[in-house]
């Protein structure tokens, strides 16, 4: 019997024997705990590794989500099983044998509020029976219990505002100590992520402590720019606070998960409302510690992680998911105002004629938050000799009000066009799997150690590869929008 075939399949990790299931032509090995659970004293430090277990551990089913309230969004509207335990990850191998296969460890987004690494649009299958790639998909610690700076209470709580990204980084050593056991090669390791997975994934680039643990990296819809300074991660942390009428770090930890959640969304109202953090969200991971000792776009331009390949890129309309009402005039030169300057909407007016003010202020928005952070990242990587590689996504939803929105391209990538809720994302009609086949190809390809079919980024073309129903090559395609934003964060 085939190792395809073994319905029981079991495998070692350091910690102890573990039992998958085979599905489908693949071996499942889901809710491997990497890491101690976060929980009584542990909560709000660093992740230290799991103890040992002598049985055979069960690893046939996810484990819960990290805590989370739906948010309403398309994407997260529905209440999923969570608890503090939920320092999991889960993989999808052809085999547990001795191949040595390249390794994709994917990093879910959900604005580090909400998401699980079980998503059914993050299915790795495809990848490993076309690509013959092991996919390892991860938790780690969201909202106030992954992103509250809370240093002030002494050592212990040192890296409290950025243990989210620490998580991330006791997953990538456990893969490290562990793959080689799932016919994973710890060598060729390449970390991928969309949102907030994309602005981890180019967190992970620009830190210190995580270099070695990857090789190549894909930030999707994912830059330099999502960090917040200590002085707001310490304002963010008041507010918190205040809100559960707590001032001790005992009484913090003997809280309720619910309870903390709950303060975390008033405290996430009354931050917004105080414009401050440049337009980053509250509980974003904090720099100025152990683990971000700069900023992050300051750690990248000085060269780290510039030995990593990287292939990253944006949807030409990430924000269409987010604004859901018409604009007025005065709310979109509010909102340019808030970007920066009012002039930005007489330079997207020349750039978009006859665009009404919804569609500009979903232009400024995609621009803001994803599309200029993404290339200021590829052109400070490139500044330093990175090789770099640039996509965005063009294909259109049949959903006229969504078009290439944020989050479209995922199941795209991973080829699973029919998992629940992708439908409603590209409407109705025939599936574009012409175009899933092209840019699943392309990831299959990178991960595997290849270079993308097109020329790599630099600062005199600046060649993007556009996908779509017929792809295609542009250069210097944004220039008009980065003059716009000059001078701009």
């Known amino acids: 019997m085939s190792i395809k075939e073994q319905q029981s399949p079991i495998t070692s990790t350091q910690n102890g024997l573990v039992l998958g299931r085979a599905k489908n032509g693949v071996l499942l090995f889901n809710g491997i705990p990497y890491a101690e659970p976060p929980v009584g004293d542990r909560r709000f430090k660093r992740p230290v590794s799991p103890a040992s ?12 989500a990290a805590p989370q309230l739906p948010s309403g969004g398309m994407t997260d509207a529905v209440p999923v099983n969570w608890n503090e335990d939920c320092l999991f990850l889960n993989v999808c191998t052809p085999g547990v044998d001795q191949q040595k296969r390249p390794v994709l460890v994917w990093i879910h987004g959900g604005a580090y509020r909400s998401g699980q690494g079980a998503v059914p649009w993050y299915n790795g299958i495809s990848f490993a029976l076309n690509g013959d790639i092991v996919v390892v998909s991860i938790n780690y610690r969201l909202g106030a219990l992954g992103f509250t700076d809370l240093s002030r209470f002494g050592d212990d709580y040192a890296t409290s505002g950025i243990n989210g990204i620490c998580d991330q980084i006791k997953a990538l050593e456990w893969v490290r100590d562990n793959i080689s056991g799932f016919g994973g090669d710890p060598s060729k390791v390449t970390i991928a992520g969309e949102s907030a997975g994309g602005f981890s994934v180019a967190t992970l680039l620009g830190c210190e402590q995580a270099q070695g643990l990857f090789h190549r990296a894909i930030p999707q819809s994912g830059a330099t720019h999502h960090t917040l300074t200590d002085e707001v991660g310490k304002v963010v942390a008041d ?12 009484e913090l930890k003997s809280a ?23 337009g980053v969200q509250a509980f974003y991971p904090v720099e100025q510690n152990e683990v971000l000792p700069i900023p992050l776009r300051e750690s990248i331009r000085s060269g780290v992680g510039a030995s990593v390949p990287v292939l990253t890129g944006t949807n030409k309309d990430e924000n269409t998911l987010f604004v859901t009402e018409k604009i007025s005039s005065e709310r979109l030169l509010r909102q340019a105002e808030a970007y920066g300057r009012k002039s930005l909407v007489d330079a997207y007016r020349e750039i978009l004629p006859g665009a009404t003010e919804t569609e500009l202020a979903i232009e400024l928005g995609t621009d803001f938050t994803f599309k200029i952070p993404a290339i200021r990242h590829v052109e400070d990587r490139v500044a330093k000799g990175a090789d770099t590689w640039m996509y965005q996504f063009d294909w259109e939803s049949r959903n006229a009000l969504l078009k290439a929105t944020h989050a479209l391209e995922i199941p795209f990538v991973f080829n699973t066009l029919t998992s629940p809720g992708v439908d409603g994302f590209i409407g109705e009609g025939a599936l574009p799997q012409a175009v899933s086949d092209e840019m699943h190809g392309v990831w299959t390809s990178f991960i595997q150690g290849k270079e993308p079919d097109w020329p790599k980024y630099d600062l005199e073309t600046r060649t993007v590869k556009h996908f779509d129903n017929a792809s295609s090559l542009v250069d210097n395609g944004e220039l008009p929008r980065l003059k716009a934003w000059e001078g701009i964060r």
């Open 239 to 250: 507010l918190l606070m205040d809100e559960l009428g707590v001032e001790s770090i005992a």
């Open 256 to 278: 309720s998960a619910l309870d903390l959640l709950k303060a975390q969304a008033r405290a996430d109202e009354r931050y917004n409302q105080m414009n401050i953090g440049s």
């Open 53 to 64: 277990w002598d049985d055979i551990r069960d690893a046939t089913r996810f484990g819960p």
